[in-house]
């Protein structure tokens, strides 16, 4: 700091000082005349020679405090400027940022200040030669900042300098990596897993290679998470010892630039009898596990693969991601559960999915093969943080705040935003941007759906400032953030806050109660109550470990004000000018339909009047809140993100309804009936050939199944007895699924245990290396057959192999497939012994650990195929109708008539 005697240096870096020293926790020295002349430079005069010693001096000083981590404010008139760009180069030369400020006081001004009396000695001509007055003073030409200090507070000018040192990076102690005025990602790393474009198709390659690890849903939330930089410096699912830092800590140690041969510690196996040295420098905030079960089928496959990587794969059978170096250990549930949540309530939505994971986790970093989309009209919403960063870089934001929405945004909250918003200017940001972030991954059932609220808040943006519930879209920026909400109170908050630092926001607004809920009639301590104190979050969020400079903006209590039609914090002097609007009354006007109240009659009693105050919400985005709570269960909504795929059907498919739901129904375009009307094996084959209708095609999860009852007996999802879709939790499927047309397993056939049939056609699986597609019909060699008993019923599994796969010349029986696939007999009986298991029921039972011959099982085939001549009324046979089955194909009990016309009334008749 340059400038004339009484300009401020000393007294604006004692300020600057007390701001770093205690919002950063840094090392600070002032050097100035005060301090110098009485030691290192007390043997110099006033001369000009001994003041550019004095500057030389001191600028040396600086650089070695500087070097040792130490900012060093210096406080010196140092009137000449060559003096003052020699110590800049030094600095330079060293590589430590170096800053000039111009501290530019009118000399009048200084006059009255006249701090030490020395203006008034040179008045008086007691005192010669005074820099500024009768000595010269060469003034920076370029200085970094320049303070007109007569024109400030000592706090705005100290305030300015901490600004210029945040919005510079300088206060991080790493490399800058974001825009100005942005904080670095945790750990002081860009994580960006994205596969680069060049070699996709080669990892893509590699992946259908791998071990397939089944991910869910909610895991395939936790993997966006990862792999856009939300939870850096974190750069998969979770190790061991990760696990345990965050359970125990809340937060991870690291060491980004490996001062202490820790750098890799969260990317190495985890070993329990080696430890580095010394520990890892830094802390940073990590307050969730962030974790991938698996059970103990996908274990083996893992523990006997050559390969040191498996293939992350959906539940709809799409190879998503490449997780290197798998560490796979036991899934702790309790101590997972205990230590995450500080509750004990086995009703809660979150704990419940934990305890339903498999009894081990994969630890392991991962490489995303391509973006993650969910093509479900809300992806133009979804940004990683490297995107978000550019957004507000374009914005010219110094500063970003972000507002956490789980429900529509109503007026109250844009004041608040607005309001944060207003007061970080009044703290000397110029252009602080508003982070609209609605939760876009998994939440419970009866959270407001994701769509829902960001199609409101669309309408909140595009009303702008005109309606008291809009926000101003210049200086906001919406985009959904993807990872899952767990409701865990204080503990999730603080990973709430983290997250999204790691896309550029240094302020995050918090309310009461963040991240928590009520228990469950289950919970001990706290059912149908808060789990957690409404104050605790916000307290913990603020001392939280490794949370560093990000800084909290609470709310404050909003009424809505009926003499102007606005919301605003009340005043208790005229307290019956306004009214509170709860959530729950919200909700109940919403159901009822209300309308705009009068601006200028509104009623005490809003539920009986059913309007709603004008300046509550921005009308369209109002419309929006009353058509989704009056046809809450209309099935249309998207309640968090969930991929929206393409069954990946044959060509010679129709399909209805929106697969992975229960109104999906997939016909074939040439057959009226998937199960009547198709052929047995093609023409011309021999008995050892049949035709296979695919359900389920080769890593799908999803328990598609042809449709018995219903016309035309299309292929659909199977549904749990709560009604939602039924998937596969055992592992990724590793055989194409189906069943053989015209054929039926009559419950009253016994085998010699007693198990009849299970009142399906005969069940095929697939052994080939080639996705079939789903409802296609393709001829198929049988190897043999597998007896499963399925409680108390037979169900027995056709072993095949497609002709057109690249080994099915060499496979004609089992004793082939288990030579040219060695193990895969062994993996068929496990998965069909042991697939219900990770859904909590008990093991099945094979009638034989053998499998049959190809002749047992082509008698198996023409038993059935009998059986369904009896059930369709062309077999010697009888079969009464209480069966439920539809029959009325031209293949069964139908005629030959039946065209594409009435298959089209079927697809009519399942929307009833």
């Given at each position: 700091m340059t400038g004339c005697s009484g300009a401020g240096k000393t007294t604006i870096a004692t300020a600057l000082e007390d701001r770093l020293v205690k919002a950063y926790g840094k090392h600070v020295y002032r050097l100035d005349g005060d301090n110098l002349r009485t030691g290192i430079n007390r043997d110099l005069t006033f001369s000009e020679a001994d003041r550019a010693e004095s500057v030389r001096r001191t600028g040396e000083i600086a650089t070695l405090f500087a070097d040792s981590g130490v900012?060093?404010?210096?406080?010196?008139?140092?009137?000449?400027?060559?003096?003052?760009?020699?110590?800049?180069?030094?600095?330079?030369?060293?590589?430590?940022?170096?800053?000039?400020?111009?501290?530019?006081?009118?000399?009048?001004?200084?006059?009255?200040?006249?701090?030490?009396?020395?203006?008034?000695?040179?008045?008086?001509?007691?005192?010669?030669?005074?820099?500024?007055?009768?000595?010269?003073?060469?003034?920076?030409?370029?200085?970094?900042?320049?303070?007109?200090?007569h024109e400030l507070e000592i706090e705005q000018s100290a305030d300015i300098l901490f600004r210029r040192l945040e919005m510079d990076?300088?206060?991080?102690?790493?490399?800058?990596?974001?825009?100005?005025?942005?904080?670095?990602?945790?750990?002081?790393?860009?994580?960006?897993?994205?596969?680069?474009?060049?070699?996709?198709?080669?990892?893509?390659?590699?992946?259908?290679?791998?071990?397939?690890?089944?991910?869910?849903?909610?895991?395939?939330?936790?993997?966006?998470?990862?792999?856009?930089?939300?939870?850096?410096?974190?750069?998969?699912?979770?190790?061991?010892?990760?696990?345990?830092?965050?359970?125990?800590?809340?937060?991870?140690?690291?060491?980004?630039?490996?001062?202490?041969?820790?750098?890799?510690?969260?990317?190495?196996?985890?070993?329990?009898?080696?430890?580095?040295?010394?520990?890892?420098?830094?802390?940073?905030?990590?307050s969730v596990p962030i974790t991938l079960s698996c059970t103990e089928y996908t274990k083996a496959a893992i523990d006997n693969s050559p390969h040191g990587a498996v293939a992350l794969t959906t539940q709809m059978g799409n190879i998503v991601a490449i997780l290197r170096n798998p560490e796979i250990y036991p899934n702790r549930k309790e101590e997972i559960a205990t230590r995450m949540f500080g509750v004990i309530d086995m009703g809660h939505p979150y704990i419940k999915e934990i305890y339903k994971g498999g009894d081990y986790l994969i630890g392991g970093e991962v490489e995303l093969l391509d973006r993650i989309k969910y093509n479900d009209g809300l992806d133009k919403w979804r940004k990683t943080t490297r995107e978000l960063m550019d957004e507000f870089r374009e914005k010219g934001a110094d500063t970003v705040y972000a507002f956490q929405t789980r429900n529509p945004t109503h007026a109250g909250h844009a004041y608040l935003m607005r309001s944060a918003g207003e007061n970080l200017k009044k703290e000397g940001y110029k252009n602080p941007v508003l982070w609209l972030s609605p939760l876009g991954g998994w939440t419970k059932e009866d959270d407001v759906p994701l769509d829902v609220r960001v199609k409101q808040h669309e309408e909140v943006l595009n009303s702008g400032l005109e309606h008291p519930g809009g926000l101003d879209p210049a200086k906001t920026v919406m985009a959904i953030w993807p990872a899952p909400m767990v409701y865990a109170g204080p503990t999730e908050v603080q990973f709430h806050a983290k997250s999204r630092r790691s896309a550029g926001a240094s302020y995050f607004v918090v309310g009461r109660d963040p991240a928590g809920m009520k228990g469950s009639e289950l919970a001990v301590a706290h059912p149908d109550d808060d789990l957690y104190d409404g104050d605790h979050g916000r307290y913990v969020l603020q001392n939280s470990p490794g949370i560093g400079s990000m800084k909290m903006l609470s709310f404050v209590k909003v009424m809505y004000d009926i003499t102007d039609n606005v919301m605003k914090v009340p005043d208790e002097s005229r307290m019956d000018d306004f009214i509170s609007i709860s959530g729950s009354k919200m909700r109940l006007l919403a159901r009822n339909g209300a309308v705009p109240c009068s601006r200028t009659d509104i009623p005490t009693d809003l539920v009986g009047a059913n309007c709603v105050p004008s300046g509550f919400m921005v009308p369209k985005g109002w419309d929006i809140v009353v058509d989704y709570y009056k046809n809450i269960d209309s099935g249309r909504w998207i309640p968090w993100s969930r991929p929206q795929v393409d069954p990946g059907a044959s060509s010679q498919t129709k399909s209805e309804g929106k697969f992975g739901t229960g109104s999906f129904r997939l016909a074939h375009s040439t057959y009226e009936s998937y199960w009547h009307d198709i052929p047995l094996r093609p023409e011309g084959q021999s008995d050892e050939i049949i035709n296979l209708v695919t359900e389920i095609p080769l890593y799908m999860t999803a328990k598609m199944e042809m449709q018995k009852t219903l016309p035309g007996n299309p292929i659909g999802q199977d549904s749990n007895s709560d009604g939602s879709p039924r998937y596969y939790t055992y592992g990724t499927t590793f055989f194409n699924y189906g069943y053989i047309p015209q054929t039926w397993e009559d419950p009253s056939l016994k085998d010699s245990l007693g198990n009849g049939g299970d009142n399906d056609p005969l069940d095929v699986m697939e052994v080939g290396s080639t996705r079939l597609e789903m409802g296609s019909i393709t001829p198929c060699r049988v190897l043999g057959h597998l007896e499963l008993i399925d409680e108390g019923e037979m169900d027995n599994k056709i072993i095949c192999i497609a002709l057109s796969d690249p080994d099915a010349s060499s496979i004609h029986s089992m004793g082939d497939l288990e030579r040219v696939k060695p193990g895969t007999i062994d993996k068929l009986k496990d998965w069909l012994k042991r697939y219900k298991t990770s859904d909590g029921k008990p093991e099945n039972a094979l009638a034989s650990e053998n499998p049959t011959s190809t002749k047992e099982a082509i008698e198996l085939i023409h038993e059935t195929n009998s059986r369904w001549k009896n059930l369709c009324g062309k077999g010697s046979g009888f079969v009464s109708d209480g069966h439920g089955f539809w029959l009325d194909a031209a293949g069964c009990k139908g005629h030959s008539s039946s065209s594409s016309s009435s298959r089209t009334s079927n697809l009519a008749t399942w929307d009833d």
């Open positions: 900012i060093t404010l210096v406080g010196l008139i140092s009137p000449y400027r060559g003096d003052r760009d020699a110590v800049r180069k030094r600095h330079e030369e060293q590589g430590i940022p170096f800053y000039e400020i111009f501290l530019d006081v009118p000399v009048d001004e200084l006059k009255k200040r006249d701090p030490k009396g020395q203006y008034a000695r040179v008045e008086s001509g007691e005192l010669k030669h005074f820099t500024c007055i009768d000595d010269p003073y060469e003034p920076p030409l370029q200085p970094e900042i320049t303070l007109k200090t990076g300088i206060l991080e102690g790493a490399p800058k990596l974001t825009p100005p005025g942005l904080p670095n990602p945790d750990g002081d790393e860009e994580i960006d897993l994205h596969v680069p474009a060049h070699l996709r198709e080669e990892r893509m390659a590699e992946a259908e290679t791998l071990p397939k690890v089944l991910i869910s849903d909610l895991d395939l939330n936790w993997l966006q998470v990862i792999g856009e930089g939300w939870a850096s410096p974190l750069k998969g699912f979770m190790r061991e010892g990760t696990l345990l830092e965050v359970l125990h800590f809340n937060s991870i140690l690291v060491d980004p630039f490996n001062l202490t041969d820790n750098k890799d510690a969260h990317t190495s196996t985890t070993n329990f009898e080696k430890f580095t040295q010394f520990r890892a420098p830094d802390r940073v905030s990590m």
